[in-house]
């Protein structure tokens, strides 16, 4: 994704790291937004259920997105 971007989660490939994402509000059916990443490319910003957060990338990596 690219900045401004809206995609909708489809799932997870990490059953470990989705279950520290859907406790942050990363629920499958919901919207994000990639908002921005850091200078050096790591952490990166997104949107999910109205506030914004902050993730690694090979946290980020695991979200599957639908367009």
């Given at each position: 994704?690219?900045?401004?971007?809206?995609?909708?989660?489809?799932?997870?490939?990490?059953?470990?790291?989705?279950?520290?994402?859907?406790?942050?509000?990363?629920?499958?059916?919901?919207?994000?937004?990639?908002?921005?990443?850091?200078?050096?490319?790591?952490?990166?910003?997104?949107?999910?259920?109205?506030?914004?957060?902050?993730?690694?990338?090979?946290?980020?990596?695991?979200i599957?997105?639908?367009?």
């Amino acid at each position: 994704m690219k900045p401004g971007e809206t995609a909708i989660i489809a799932g997870f490939t990490d059953a470990e790291i989705s279950a520290k994402l859907m406790e942050m509000g990363c629920l499958p059916g919901a919207p994000v937004r990639f908002n921005f990443k850091a200078p050096f490319g790591d952490p990166i910003c997104i949107s999910v259920l109205g506030y914004e957060l902050s993730l690694r990338l090979e946290e980020a990596a695991t979200i599957s997105i639908m367009n």
